[in-house]
């Protein structure tokens, strides 16, 4: 495991009476060791689909064959909204160069850009279409039913596009990533004998980052889908042992669901020390807010709970939401997520040393900054009885972001646990969804 933790300014020591006490975490401990002895047989029996993906070899060298099949493309815009667009996105701005669609084809070494159109904004979906020439983009739609709104809206246009300007080629420019067997999208793939890829079944959008939803952008963009899998493969096995100390995601469920329900800190910002990371804090929202924010518990019982997910961006976001997080309610913990070591160093200059604001920053780095700005906002918050904990990233690569991915994962499944709550349905999505249907005419859904 290259991802390293660390709790202490969670805990009284540092946070004072707004941080947890050991004998906290010592008291949900054997509940969490339930939990994790569930998933253990799950898993066993089957199920929990999702920690299985880091094995899938068929899926690993389909997405493989099939992103060759599409190499020298100029775009790939992928089409689909919540976790079939928040995982790719996030892949994207973790490991590509930061400015990779401004690059040449040349300096992005022959991979395409990467759009993601994941809103029916239609000024947004419109300059996509205009900006992408359909003889050089591929469309990777991305909807488990093909039912959802939003992407089989955009796949019509899509469809569209490609027949007007293509014609009988059209098929050589989309790919759909679906159920393997039904949905409409299916039907429509078998229908007009388009490429596809397999969405497991049993692998909800917001847990599906690791299947052909995020692989296949992975090895279109040239990135290290082994890499990824091993690290979330290893991370699955510290996640699921029974040795509570060696295990960062139950340490991790116990200490953020102690601070939702027993310390009135509802309120999860997740924030990054590196704009790389920053699309991570996205995917995370989504993890976070519709696995357990839920109106009824496994019995039945009401009981509208949840926490609610914020990102933040260091040093950015000291300048603009810090002064709340210090001052303002009692209400938050913090997830900081750091970098130790960057792609660059940045030195700077030694200048204008007369200048008492620019002269000591002389024969620095950025990095030692951001560094530093990071120490400081942690110890800001700790003075003033604001818990945090940190997960540190030795370096921004394929196998970090897969552990995250998967520690995330199942600190969510260990959460639902505590919670006692079901983290992989979302009925509150789905009323909105069949609303819209009825509002847009869709026969069977009333408005």
Excluded at 222 to 241: T, V
Excluded at 373 to 396: D, G, N, W, Y
Aim: hydrophobic share 45%; net charge neutral; with cysteine.
């Amino acid at each position: 495991m290259s991802l390293s933790f660390n709790f202490t300014h969670a805990f009284s020591d540092k946070a004072g009476e707004h941080g947890l006490e050991p004998r906290d975490i010592a008291y949900l401990k054997p509940r969490l060791l339930d939990a994790i002895k569930q998933m253990r047989a799950q898993r066993e029996a089957g199920k929990l689909e999702f920690l299985n993906l880091p094995y899938d070899a068929g899926a690993f060298a389909t997405c493989a064959q099939a992103a060759e099949s599409f190499a020298g493309v100029e775009n790939l815009v992928i089409a689909g909204i919540g976790g079939s667009a928040l995982g790719p996105a996030a892949i994207f701005s973790a490991l590509c160069h930061p400015l990779h669609n401004l690059l040449d084809a040349d300096a992005r070494g022959g991979r395409p850009r990467l759009f993601t159109l994941d809103n029916v904004d239609p000024d947004y979906a419109s300059a996509y279409f205009e900006f992408c020439d359909p003889r050089e983009t591929v469309f990777n739609i991305i909807s488990k039913s093909g039912a959802t709104a939003e992407t089989a809206a955009a796949s019509l246009v899509i469809f569209d596009l490609l027949k007007k300007r293509l014609g009988a080629k059209w098929r050589d420019h989309v790919i759909c990533t679906t159920d393997p067997k039904s949905g409409d999208l299916r039907k429509l793939c078998e229908r007009e004998k388009l490429p596809t890829l397999d969405l497991p079944p049993a692998v909800g959008g917001r847990f599906s980052v690791l299947s052909p939803v995020g692989l296949f952008p992975a090895f279109m963009l040239g990135l290290n889908a082994e890499a990824m899998l091993f690290g979330a493969g290893e991370m699955a096995e510290f996640c699921l042992s029974v040795e509570f100390e060696r295990n960062p995601a139950a340490q991790l469920a116990a200490i953020l669901y102690l601070f939702d329900t027993s310390y009135g800190k509802p309120i999860h910002v997740m924030m990054t020390y590196a704009n790389s990371l920053y699309l991570l804090a996205d995917w995370f929202r989504q993890l976070w807010a519709e696995s357990l924010g839920k109106a009824v518990n496994l019995d039945g019982k009401t009981v509208n709970l949840g926490p609610t997910p914020v990102k933040a961006l260091g040093a950015t976001d000291q300048h603009s939401q810090v002064q709340l997080y210090i001052e303002g309610p009692f209400d938050k913990v913090f997830v900081f997520l750091e970098v130790k070591e960057f792609r660059c160093e940045l030195k700077l200059p030694a200048l204008y040393g007369d200048v008492s604001s620019l002269g000591y920053l002389g024969g620095q780095t950025m990095n030692k900054l951001l560094a530093s700005e990071f120490s400081a906002t942690r110890e800001a918050l700790a003075k003033h009885q604001r818990p945090s904990l940190t997960i540190s990233f030795p370096r921004v690569d394929a196998r970090s972001i897969g552990e995250f991915f998967m520690l995330f994962e199942i600190v969510t499944a260990l959460c639902g646990h505590l919670y006692h709550i079901n983290p992989f349905d979302q009925p509150g999505v789905e009323l909105g969804k069949r609303l819209t249907y009825g509002l847009m005419g869709r026969k069977g859904y009333a408005k």
